[in-house]
């Protein structure tokens, strides 16, 4: 277990979605099983939701640690929805970021952005994610 791991009782199993069975089967269709000591987990409930902005997903390479927002484990998110959010966090542990020539750290790069792209359902993934942003804004 690594550090952040050990002090986090956060589950993948939720009440709609079993993040580690999603993990697994993006894992051998995308990554070829590459992605290997990665635990995914729901993330806390917090107390107020945020107002302008959602972060669906996190992952913290130096832990092996994705962390899904909770608001995710719903009956009207779609299960292609949430595959597209893990990719998108497993993504981060393949495609390496880049420093731009002002020195800030990128990691959405051209690379990054090419491969999300090639996520089967990309396009509808983003669209739902639009019409649907403001149910998980206060």
């Known amino acids: 277990m690594l550090p952040m791991q050990r002090h986090l009782h ?3 199993e939720g009440r709609c979605f079993d993040l580690r069975e999603i993990f697994d089967r993006l ?10 000591g990665y635990k995914v987990v729901w993330g806390r409930r917090r107390r107020q939701r945020p107002k302008e ?11 092996r ?3 899904i927002h909770p608001l995710l484990d719903q009956p009207f998110v779609p299960r292609w929805f949430l595959e597209y959010i893990l990719y ?21 790069t051209e690379e990054f952005n090419r491969r999300e792209k090639a996520f089967p359902r990309y396009l509808q993934a983003r669209r739902w994610e639009a019409e649907n942003l403001a149910r998980f804004l206060r």
Request: glycine share 6%; hydrophobic share 35%; charged share 30%.
């Open 10 to 12: 956060l589950q993948d």
């Open 53 to 63: 902005y959602f972060v669906f997903g996190t992952i913290q390479e130096e832990d």
């Open 88 to 108: 998108h966090e497993m993504l981060h542990s393949i495609v390496p970021e880049e420093i731009d020539a002002s020195g800030r750290r990128r990691v959405h």
């Open 27 to 36: 894992n051998a269709r995308h990554f070829h099983g590459r992605l290997r």
């Open 65 to 67: 640690l994705i962390r």
